[in-house]
């Protein structure tokens, strides 16, 4: 499989995803939080780049080779708190939006997170799910043979 296309710089739609980028670290989400969601959001969708990436990401923000092999089951183990629970199942269920976003999921969220917060977290789902589908989409996972 070969890139079909690669983000060019100079192009609007880079500087915009990037733009968003930008903003989420000026919001109060924690770097460690904004690594599950971007890891989550990728095992779900299946984007091998983005996996490679933010693994590698969220080890140099302290995170540990056991909660990152785990989170793929993290319902199914102690390794991850009340606030990452809650991050989590929202993750799951804005990703898997065809199934809609639960009231028992969202109250749970908003139960743990300040509005500010949970609004941060939604806008970090938003963002790597849109990453993931244009690296999905252009084949970006090209680019792991390098690395």
């Not at 898997?96 to 977290?121: C, M, W």
Request: glycine share 4%.
């Amino acid at each position: 499989m070969s890139t079909r296309t690669k983000i060019n710089q100079k192009d609007p739609a880079y500087h915009a995803m990037m733009a968003l980028g930008e903003y989420l670290t000026t919001t109060p989400l924690t770097a460690k939080h904004h690594e599950l969601i971007k890891i989550r959001t990728s095992q779900i969708n299946g984007c091998a780049f983005c996996i490679d990436m933010h693994t590698r990401d969220a080890r140099k923000e302290g995170e540990t080779e056991q909660r990152i092999y785990a989170l793929s089951v993290w319902r199914d183990t102690p390794f991850f708190d009340e606030q990452e629970r809650a991050l989590l199942a929202l993750t799951e269920e804005v990703t898997l939006i065809g199934n809609h976003v639960s009231d028992d999921t969202y109250n749970k969220a908003a139960a743990v997170f300040e509005p500010a917060y949970l609004t941060a977290i939604l806008m970090a789902i938003i963002a790597i799910n849109s990453w993931n589908r244009f690296a999905i989409t252009t084949h970006m996972e090209d680019f792991l043979k390098v690395g």
